[in-house]
């Protein structure tokens, strides 16, 4: 007993109350910001382009534990899996897989918890949005309209393409380095002058696959797709990027010209819906912070 008591003793005395509150930062409804989860933060800030100032750092910590807070309220389940797939695609961005990304913040000295942690807060909120927000969405026909307008365009005038595209790509099997893959990728489409040359091409070619050329109409493309595949000349290629598969580019058979009002409609309604849904995020935010305590000990 006596030696279970020093044991607790020393214990205490080296971590304790008093030493621990030296690295306390904030506390956000009883849960501990620390100096060190600042710091972290100030780093991934950095590299993120956002400034890495201090307060910042803190003002986002105290956000995320009030959203985290808020989901676990509310039953909002953010697992582990969901996390990992939203940093994988944060990785992929970059042009990196999953564990070279977390190789390349920690050079950088950051724990790709970090990360995750504001990951995990977001997905959280996500759901938090969903089910207490009830963002009703009232956008006419005419808001949309005069949302285009505002952005110097004709709805009646706008044009789009419709595309026939064949997507090509290099795998990057567990024994073969991304950079390597990446380096086979870009000479294959360099090799490529058109779709039926990028088929025979691939038939020799190991790793490679082409899939069958389909139709897409622009309005069905996303912006940075359409814009992309509108600047490339039939029988051209889209740049190499990175997926979940290995590196893919795509080759454009034909494209001819078709009316785009209906996808700058859809695109100004996402964009109006979404203004909605922040207005709504930034007013729920501030209805949880009202009702919580936020204690700052340092700043």
Known sequence: MKILFFAAFAFFALFGPSARAQDITA?????????????????????????????????????????????????????DTQVDKAFESVAQRSKLSGVEFTKALASRGIDAKTLKNRLRAELGWQGVIRQKARVVMNIRDQDVIDGIKKKGQDPDTIKSYEFVVMQAIVFAPKDTSAGAAAQRANAFRSSVKNCDMARQKAIGMKDTAVKEPVRRNGNELNGAMRGMLEKTPVGGTTPVQQTDKGFEFMVVCDKKPVSGADGAKAEMKNELMMKEVTQASERLLREVKEKSTIDIRKK
């Open 27 to 79: 506390v956000v409804n009883g849960q501990v910001i620390s100096d060190y989860d600042v710091g972290q933060r100030q780093k991934l800030l950095a590299i993120s382009g956002n400034g890495g100032s201090r307060t910042t750092a803190m003002q986002e910590l105290i956000d995320e534990r009030l959203k985290l807070q808020e989901a676990e309220k509310l039953n909002v389940a953010i697992t």
